[in-house]
């Protein structure tokens, strides 16, 4: 399979401090990719500048085929994006959202209606069209904002925290979605807090102050540290952090 996500000793520092320290890795086409770490460990740095958002201080990586130096634009227009906090307009109706963001990602007008009829109703949102996102439950925010995201058929999308607050049903109904979009070979780079989570990915990387400290799939990783689950790990490598929270 193509590696979509290509990371060669990334590094990022802000002053003295280290936050991300010499990382590589590689996610191939239609893979769902944890990424994960405590707050501070630097994963949302990584994210940041995977996403065309920030410059490394050394290092190279490709995002889509785009060197993350020279073509941070090309990358911005090919990856899907979702932040932990609501990123959607809460003043504007769900059809308007749709539009809007298929509309900075460069779609043409008739390609946005067509689509937008079928996201719709496999959403089965088609009488909230006209709904306010401000007005829908927090867990179809959720998935309206994920199926945004994706509504432009990108190569990668990131998904930082995509399910915090949400409950237990909602949440596997979103990765029921995370899987679709994978199989339709779109990858997933995903942050979470929740391990259980983990557990559902391809491959999970784990970061402890600004460093890789193990990386493989969940399967794989509980062999190598007799762990009963991701939870388990997460904690055993959490231990050797040194670093405060920022």
Same mark, same amino acid.
């Given at each position: ?78 990856? !899907?994006?979702?932040?932990? *906090?609501?990123? =959607?307009?809460? +003043? $504007? ?5 749709? #539009? %809007? ?22 959403? !089965?949102?088609?009488?909230? *069209?006209?709904? =306010?996102?401000? +007005? $829908? ?5 959720? #998935? %309206? ?102």
């Amino acid at each position: 399979m193509e590696d979509v996500i290509i990371v060669k000793d990334l590094t990022k520092r802000f002053g003295h401090f280290v936050a991300v320290d010499n990382i590589s890795f590689n996610v191939k086409k239609g893979e769902i990719f944890g990424f994960l770490g405590a707050n501070g460990a630097g994963k949302t740095t990584a994210m940041r500048i995977l996403c065309g958002l920030s410059r490394p201080t050394s290092g190279e990586a490709m995002v889509g085929g785009f060197d993350i130096r020279h073509e941070t634009e090309k990358i911005k227009k090919n990856i !899907g994006y979702m932040s932990q *906090k609501f990123s =959607l307009y809460q +003043d $504007l109706k769900v059809w308007e959202n749709i #539009k %809007l963001f298929a509309g900075i990602y460069g779609m043409k007008k008739n390609e946005i209606a067509l689509k937008t009829d079928i996201l719709l109703n496999e959403l !089965g949102f088609e009488k909230e *069209k006209d709904t =306010l996102v401000k +007005d $829908l439950p927090l867990g179809w925010k959720q #998935k %309206l904002a994920f199926s945004v995201a994706i509504f432009h058929n990108p190569k990668i999308v990131f998904l930082d925290e995509p399910t915090g607050g949400v409950d237990p049903i909602t949440r596997r109904q979103f990765w029921e979605m995370i899987y679709d979009a994978s199989q339709k070979g779109i990858t997933v780079f995903v942050t979470t807090h929740y391990m259980d989570e983990a557990e559902y990915c391809d491959r999970v990387s784990i970061m402890v102050d600004g460093r890789i400290e193990a990386m493989n799939s969940p399967k794989e990783l509980k062999r190598e540290f007799n762990a009963e689950n991701i939870d388990e790990v997460f904690r055993l490598l959490a231990k050797k952090s040194t670093r405060k929270e920022i």
